[in-house]
């Protein structure tokens, strides 16, 4: 099945710089990539996602690239705010009747 | 329109006990799925069920029992709860598997087993 590895664990950036979290999936097949924030006490939401069709994917401060070459895939999150603070996962799916594969999450710390 | 919602937010078991936890929708999706997250190991599917009548084991089903109600309700079911189950549970709930489908998760349920 897929596995999904996503670097790094902990990430503490300073208000107004940029944080950049990696993922790296197994299997060539998945063609969907999601990214999902959990604040605390609450369950994971999704903020944005990209299909294999595409390389690069943008919503506000927020964007995604994916280098299916490589296998891996990218969150990029621009002027970091204190509510960005939280933990943000990755995932990947192989088309069909397939589920969700997490990476083990992200927990970014954006300090003032 | 309260999307997905669990109950109980919090338990304490102590071990041998059983207990259902509970996972009703009102979004109409298709599957549902239960997940349990702990740390420093993400999100680890459960069980899952793609449609009304249908479930199947996901990652680590070992311990757990789920039922599909009906459309709207997925319930969760530890038969003799081991302290290895203590964890945060989630469910959660898409329009249908296959479509590369946006989840939609509850707020959890938080789970210790003495």
């Known amino acids: 099945g897929e596995n999904v590895e996503q670097h790094p664990s902990t990430l503490s950036v300073q208000e107004g710089d940029s944080a950049v979290i990696k993922c790296t999936y197994s299997?060539?097949?998945?063609?969907?990539f999601p990214w999902y924030k959990q604040e605390l006490g609450k369950g994971p939401q999704l903020i944005i996602d990209i299909r294999s069709n595409v390389g690069e994917k943008k919503d506000q401060r927020i964007a995604v690239t994916l280098n299916k070459t490589a296998k891996h895939f990218s969150l990029h999150i621009t002027e970091t705010q204190p509510e960005d603070s939280a933990v943000y996962f990755c995932a990947a799916s192989i088309p069909g009747y397939s589920t969700l594969t997490f990476g083990k999450g992200t927990m970014l710390l954006v300090s003032p | 329109n309260a999307g997905v919602t669990q109950t109980p937010k919090f338990q304490v078991l102590k071990t041998g006990q059983s207990m259902t936890l509970q996972c009703a929708q009102d979004m109409n999706h298709n599957s549902m799925y239960w997940y349990r997250q702990d740390p420093g190991m993400g999100l680890r599917l459960i069980y899952y069920?793609?449609?009304?009548?249908?479930?199947d084991k996901g990652e680590v089903p070992n311990g757990y029992n789920v039922s599909r109600l009906n459309k709207r309700e997925f319930s969760l079911r530890l038969e003799s709860a081991a302290p290895s189950q203590t964890s945060v549970y989630f469910c959660?709930?898409?329009?249908?598997?296959?479509?590369?489908?946006?989840?939609?998760f509850g707020s959890g349920t938080q789970l210790s087993v003495l």
């Open positions: 069920s793609a449609s009304e009548g249908t479930t």
């Open positions: 299997d060539s097949a998945s063609n969907y």
């Open positions: 959660a709930t898409g329009q249908g598997l296959g479509t590369n489908e946006k989840l939609f």
